[in-house]
């Protein structure tokens, strides 16, 4: 079965600064990968998902993740932070079941604080 | 166009009590999910349904948890005799088929007293 593993459950950069979001992943098969981005007292937004196309991957609000095999890594990177980034970041696989559907698997996330 | 929706979007009950927790997921979507966020055991799959059938269950919790989805519409997620540890949010996400991206609603927050 798939995992993935988010390091860090808080992290802190200050405004302007760059955010890296850290995730690794754990697959038998070629994974389909993901960032959600989840806001105070709301669901789960898609920030960018890579599918096995081109390994660096450019999602909203000026997000990139870039897909490093060899290091079974898949991290959410920012280059300068913006108050508004304040939230908490979800790292997900997606797996095909026994029963042919995708599933996705979370991290346990990471809370992200913009320090003015 | 019109999202993912759950209602209620919060709901205190008390504990033995049923509930009822509704999705309404993007028009068009076939494929749709139920997911539990909770502070032990972070966000977890419950369900799956293709159309009106549901043929992974695996997440579900135990035989107090279960679900329907009519019309290969809306869905509502039951569950029976609550405990405290059902509290947790339920997000519930669709997909215009299995595969594709999975689009989330904002979730109903129990709080199972």
């Known amino acids: 079965a798939q995992s993935v593993t988010q390091l860090g459950s808080h992290v802190s950069v200050s405004e302007g600064a760059l955010v890296l979001l850290r995730c690794n992943y754990s697959s038998s098969v070629p994974p389909y990968l993901f960032w959600y981005v989840q806001y105070p007292n709301q669901g789960l937004q898609l920030l960018l998902k890579y599918t096995s196309a081109a390994t660096l991957v450019k999602g909203i609000n000026g997000f990139e993740a870039e897909f490093k095999k060899s290091e079974t890594s898949f991290h959410l990177t920012k280059p300068s932070a913006h108050m508004s980034d304040a939230a908490e970041y979800f790292c997900?696989?997606?797996?095909?079941?026994?029963?042919?559907?995708?599933?996705?698997?979370f991290g346990t996330g990471t809370r992200l604080t913009i320090i003015p | 166009g019109a999202g993912v929706s759950q209602s209620p979007s919060n709901k205190v009950t008390e504990k033995g009590k049923d509930v009822e927790l509704r999705c309404d997921p993007i028009s068009g979507h076939t494929a749709l999910y139920w997911y539990r966020q909770s502070l032990g055991q972070g966000l977890e799959f419950l369900i799956y349904?293709?159309?009106?059938?549901?043929?992974?269950k695996s997440g579900l919790p135990s035989d107090r948890f279960s679900a329907e989805r009519t019309g290969g519409s809306v869905s509502t997620l039951t569950i029976q005799r609550t405990q405290q540890e059902d509290s947790a949010v339920y997000l519930c996400?669709?997909?215009?088929?299995?595969?594709?991206?999975?689009?989330f609603g904002p979730g109903t927050r129990l709080l199972v007293l």
């Open positions: 996400a669709s997909s215009l088929e299995t595969g594709e991206t999975q689009y």
């Open positions: 349904f293709q159309g009106n059938s549901a043929p992974d």
């Open positions: 997900a696989v997606s797996e095909t079941t026994n029963f042919g559907n995708e599933k996705l698997t």
